[in-house]
């Protein structure tokens, strides 16, 4: 089955800092590759997708990823972090049954 | 607006007493499915459906039940909860055309606690 590893539990930023958070894929072919972001008590929502084509996807709340095969990565980025930003990061990976295997997520704490 | 909705949000419960807990969409997505998220393992997918009377186990499917009589709703059954069944849980929704099935809207989730 397709994984994905986030190597850090947590991540404490300063507001207006910038921010890149890990993924790290295990895929044999071209993965479909997402970020989720869930705020305290709240759902699971979609960040950015990677199906195909460019390597650099833009999503919303000014968040970017860039999918690199050499690395099998597809690390999650934003310029400059602002404290609503705080809540859990989610990368998954697609796998058969169209399910979405999620890593174990990443804590985004940030600072005044 | 478009969304997920799951009830109860919040469920305390006793071991063996049978229980459910629906969702619906409102999006006329044709795949639903559902997740449990637990602290260190993530999410992890419980059953989906790809359509009307269509589901099919995920990862983690032992001690559930589904049903998908309707399109916008997607109810999980626990018959005989145990307390490792003690979680939270997400049901989900996406458009059944091909990899875009991928792209998922999530419920805000219901918290599950067997006693």
């Known amino acids: 089955a397709q994984s994905v590893t986030q190597p850090d539990i947590h991540i404490t930023v300063s507001e207006g800092a910038s921010l890149e958070l890990r993924c790290n894929y295990s895929?044999?072919?071209?993965?479909?590759l997402f970020w989720y972001v869930q705020s305290p008590g709240q759902g699971l929502q979609l960040l950015l997708k990677y199906f195909s084509g460019d390597t650099l996807v833009q999503g919303i709340k000014g968040f970017e990823a860039e999918f690199k095969r050499s690395q099998s990565s597809f690390n999650l980025r934003k310029p400059s972090v602002h404290w609503s930003d705080a809540a859990e990061y989610f990368c998954?990976?697609?796998?058969?049954?169209?399910?979405?295997?999620f890593g174990k997520g990443t804590s985004l704490l940030v600072t005044p | 607006e478009a969304q997920v909705t799951q009830n109860p949000r919040y469920l305390i419960t006793v071991t063996g007493k049978k229980l459910t807990v629906t969702c619906s969409q409102n999006?006329?997505?044709?795949?639903m499915s559902w997740y449990r998220q637990d602290p260190g393992l993530g999410l992890r997918q419980i059953y989906y459906s790809m359509n009307v009377e269509v589901t099919d186990k995920g990862d983690v499917p032992e001690g559930y039940k589904v049903s998908r009589k309707e399109k916008r709703n997607f109810p999980l059954i626990l018959e005989s909860p145990s307390p490792n069944q003690t979680s939270l849980y997400f049901c989900?929704?996406?458009f059944g055309s091909g990899i875009h099935s991928y792209e998922q809207y999530f419920g805000p989730g219901t918290r599950l606690t067997v006693t």
């Open positions: 998954a990976v697609g796998d058969s049954g169209y399910a979405l295997n």
């Open positions: 895929y044999g072919a071209t993965p479909y």
């Open positions: 989900a929704s996406s």
């Open positions: 999006m006329n997505h044709e795949y």
